[in-house]
């Protein structure tokens, strides 16, 4: 590997992390990366002076990433049910500060509350708030003035304080909760369940019209446990396995069917010792980079089994 590959090696995670908040998609970020690297490759290939090959691919990917929510938006907007980023599979950091920062600006809840921003503003939010970027240099990327990057910035800052929900950076007190949840789903028991639910707690699913999912999103740790239960009994009869995983910094759960493919991504929102949300990604077109996907058709059967 020459110089230069080590370059775009070394550059590739960090405008990862740019473009992945950006869009909440990981096959579109790749694509926006890839593309930006591109472009340095080709501007250092032409003899162009580039100061700061980290700045110009932020801005390469940043724009692209703007124009790719425009055009997504439409697509968004009549999503069938819930739209829920892609879910990113995470390992857990040794620096617990740093696994906190990671965690609160990669959770599920956080990127699905960037949904309800302009574009302009989650460029100019995540470059402010989560990348330390200076205003000035925000301005720059996001193509406007400084004051109008402020005004973006405080707009969209706004936005997210209003719908944030509480947040908590324990990964133990986390890791220990997920553990206890996937053994009560796993054995349908009710009581266990809500009792670790906070009582607002919010269960949404993401099936994007392939495979069923809800409707809608659930309400309060009642309605929620029972809906986790009855999960719990379709997954007994149907072999489906159940492992412990870290998604999107937070604990998480992955279901596997009995030859171990892939059904679905589970990110636990977790704060104070209870699970404030859970985000259930069942759409298949969202778990392709996770692994070789099952048949969710065959939970539909044993569902209907169960039915019975």
Known sequence: MDEREELLEELRP??????YRMV???TEAEDLVQEGLLRLHTALERGERIDSPRAYVATVVTRLGIDELRSARHRRETYVGDWLPEPL??????DPEAHAEMADS????????LESLTPEQRAAFLLREV???PYDRVAEIVGTSEANARQLAARARGHVASGRGRFEASRERGEELADRFMAAVERGELADLEAMLAEDVVLRGDGGG??????RALHGARRVAKTLAAWGRVARRADVG?????????AGVLTRDPEGVVISVLALDVADGRIQGISS???????RHVGPLGDPHRLLRAQAREGR
């Open 14 to 19: 960090q405008a990862f992390a740019i473009a």
């Open 24 to 26: 909440g998609t990981i």
């Open 89 to 94: 599979l995470t390992g857990g950091a040794e």
């Open 106 to 113: 990669l959770s599920m809840a956080f990127l699905s509350l």
């Open 131 to 133: 990348f330390d970027y």
């Open 210 to 215: 392939k495979v069923p999912a809800l409707a």
């Open 242 to 250: 159940w492992e412990r995983v870290e998604v999107n910094g937070q």
């Open 281 to 287: 990604v069942v759409n298949p077109d969202k778990l």
